[in-house]
């Protein structure tokens, strides 16, 4: 069974920083596509920012309001993914969620995580 276990999350200042994780088992990590995703009431759930498999190809890629402030990244060996999240705005206050994902596995994986409370607030 694949699984996602997320650990980071919590209260902080704006312009303060979190550094999310999420480690993943029960599938060969470094051929799975891993993203990072947000949500709140408001606007629902939100793509933050993804990160392609070994030898896919692809690029990393973040949403408009994560591009410059966030960091996504990988350790394949340690099967983790991690989102550095910097200068931190109110407005990111959210839900997180580590989402892991391999299309062409039969059948499909399509795996998130529990989520993460992230609150930003004075």
């Known amino acids: 069974q694949v699984r996602l276990v997320e650990s980071g999350g919590g209260l902080v200042q704006p312009g303060g920083s979190l550094r999310l994780s999420c480690k993943a088992s029960?599938?060969?990590?470094?051929?799975?596509?891993m993203s990072w995703h947000r949500q709140t009431p408001e606007k629902g759930r939100e793509l933050v920012a993804e990160?392609?498999?070994?030898?896919?190809?692809?690029?990393?890629q973040y949403s408009h309001f994560a591009e410059g402030r966030f960091t996504i990244s990988r350790d394949d060996a340690r099967e983790m993914v991690y989102l550095q999240m910097d200068n931190l705005k109110p407005e990111d206050t959210a839900v997180y969620f580590c989402?892991?994902?391999?299309?062409?596995?039969?059948?499909?994986?399509?795996?998130w995580g529990q989520g993460l409370s992230v609150t930003v607030t004075v």
């Open positions: 989402h892991l994902a391999r299309p062409f596995t039969i059948p499909p994986l399509d795996v």
């Open positions: 029960g599938t060969t990590f470094k051929f799975s596509d």
């Open positions: 990160i392609p498999s070994w030898g896919s190809g692809g690029a990393t």
